[in-house]
């Protein structure tokens, strides 16, 4: 569960983060995450993020964490007979509708065009 806060400002006094096993860098993902809060819908233009940081870092390092690219977003959505039984039970939802609109729907909808092409190379093979 996350806190919805807002701040004009994101202050990081530290880079690495325990894992479980050992204190490690912050990815580029998480790093991204955080300093996303900088600056408040609808009352800022920008945020400001700010790195006060106590350990060396590498400018190597640095320059992964804040110029890497985000986690990768995949669905975890997973369509069981319960849940379809639940929509259709309940009145003003159509079940297909609210489906198609899912990011199931749409990020498996993405990789029709590839896999097209795939089936056309396939086919020219033969």
């Known amino acids: 569960m996350g806190?919805?806060?807002?701040?004009?400002?994101?202050l990081f006094t530290a880079a690495r983060k325990f894992d479980g096993k050992e204190l490690r860098w912050?990815?580029?993902?998480?790093y991204i995450q955080m300093s996303g809060r900088a600056g408040r819908r609808g009352k800022d233009d920008r945020g400001i993020v700010v790195?006060?940081?106590?350990?060396?870092?590498?400018p190597t390092i640095a320059k992964e964490i804040v110029k890497g690219k985000a986690d990768?977003?995949?669905?975890?959505?997973?369509?069981?007979?319960?849940?379809v039984l639940n929509?259709?039970?309940v009145e003003?939802?159509?079940?297909?509708?609210?489906?198609e609109r899912s990011f199931y729907?749409?990020?498996?909808f993405s990789t029709i065009p590839?896999?097209?092409?795939?089936l056309k190379n396939r086919k020219n093979i033969l």
Not at 73 to 83: D, E, G, I, P, Q
Not at 92 to 99: A, Q, S, V, Y
């Open 105 to 108: 729907q749409f990020q498996h």
């Open 92 to 99: 003003g939802i159509n079940p297909e509708f609210m489906l």
């Open 26 to 30: 912050i990815t580029s993902g998480e």
């Open 3 to 10: 806190l919805n806060m807002p701040a004009r400002t994101v």
């Open 51 to 58: 790195l006060i940081i106590d350990e060396r870092m590498s």
């Open 72 to 83: 990768a977003l995949n669905s975890s959505f997973k369509l069981t007979y319960n849940m």
């Open 114 to 118: 590839a896999l097209y092409e795939k």
């Open 87 to 89: 929509l259709l039970r």
